[in-house]
């Protein structure tokens, strides 16, 4: 029951950054975050409209990525390249205003697919620094590292 409320805590603060920010989190965006946010492991898109089609049944692929670029834009999911799928944002809270360019990266184990995002500051100036000594200004960087999570390892 913890994680239920804790879902619903985050959706709520949610849709009150969205409404500073003069956007709007509508009963299917607010659904679609609500799955990402309940997912064990980071979701796909279709996995994602599968899910919605139990409530919605008319629900289409364009429906669940027009959902999922909104929650990008406002900085309330992240999505990993390399597995093509999405994570609620641990940290929505520094959103305000800029999007997802707080430092983060993604921890993500290749046996149980865990994903675990952090926030190393030093890793984000190494970035930026190796960028403008190659004369690229970085807009934004995510970082997927691949490996073996300490449940996994100790198996």
């Known amino acids: 029951m913890a994680e239920a409320a804790m879902r619903e805590t985050a959706l709520r603060e949610a849709e009150a950054a969205c409404q500073r920010r003069g956007a709007t ?5 607010r659904q679609v975050l609500g799955l990402v946010l309940e997912a064990e ?7 994602l409209l599968d899910r919605l089609k139990m ?10 990525y027009r959902a999922l670029d909104f929650l990008l834009e406002q900085g309330l999911i992240h999505k990993l390249e390399r597995l093509n799928a999405y994570v609620g944002c641990t940290d929505a809270g ?4 800029h999007g997802h360019h707080h430092p983060h990266q993604f ?9 675990v995002e952090i926030t190393d500051h030093g890793v984000a100036h190494a970035i930026e620094a190796a960028a403008r000594r190659a004369g690229f200004a970085v ?17």
Not at 41 to 47: F, I, L, N, R
Not at 55 to 64: C, F, L, M, Q, W
Not at 107 to 115: A, E, Q, V
């Open 25 to 29: 989190l509508t009963p299917l965006r």
């Open 41 to 47: 492991a980071p979701v796909g898109a279709y996995a």
């Open 55 to 64: 409530s919605r049944p008319g629900a289409a692929p364009p429906t669940v």
């Open 94 to 97: 520094h959103a305000e205003g």
């Open 107 to 115: 921890l993500i184990c290749r046996r149980c697919g865990t994903t």
């Open 139 to 155: 807009a934004s960087a995510t970082v997927e590292i691949e490996g073996e999570c300490a449940r996994c390892a100790s198996a």
